[in-house]
């Protein structure tokens, strides 16, 4: 799942592969997260949940346990940054409005 293509394109942009793809919708691993994502090249849209109007029920049963591991764990660490990054720049005030 890891592996992905260079587009020719776009200066040699790396293209993520797909880890499935059901009708216009189309499943990606952001590896930075560690979560799944789902893209439809026709409209541009991109989401983190699964569409409604597609069927990803299989791709987690293909993914093998290390990398649903390795996954957790970046989430874990994208979380933990994400509010250590959000309560340094707004941290609490003390002072309440009447």
Same mark, same amino acid.
């Given at each position: 799942?890891?592996? /992905? %293509?260079?587009? @020719? &394109?776009? &200066?040699?942009?790396?293209?993520? $592969?797909?880890? @499935?793809? /059901?009708?216009?919708?189309?499943?990606?691993?952001?590896?930075? *997260?560690?979560?799944? !994502?789902?893209?439809?090249?026709?409209? @541009?849209? =991109? *989401?983190?949940?699964?569409?409604?109007?597609?069927?990803? /029920? %299989?791709?987690? +049963?293909?993914?093998? @346990?290390? $990398? *649903?591991?390795? +996954?957790?764990?970046?989430?874990?660490? !994208?979380?933990?940054?994400?509010?250590? &990054?959000? %309560?340094?720049?707004?941290?609490?005030?003390? =002072?309440?409005?009447?």
């Amino acid at each position: 799942f890891s592996s /992905s %293509t260079t587009n @020719g &394109n776009n &200066n040699n942009r790396v293209v993520p $592969k797909a880890l @499935g793809t /059901s009708g216009n919708w189309s499943a990606y691993l952001d590896e930075s *997260k560690g979560l799944i !994502y789902y893209f439809n090249p026709t409209t @541009g849209e =991109s *989401k983190w949940e699964a569409p409604h109007d597609a069927d990803f /029920s %299989t791709i987690e +049963m293909e993914i093998d @346990g290390a $990398k *649903k591991a390795e +996954m957790r764990e970046r989430l874990k660490t !994208y979380l933990e940054e994400r509010l250590k &990054n959000s %309560t340094t720049k707004n941290p609490s005030s003390s =002072s309440s409005s009447s």
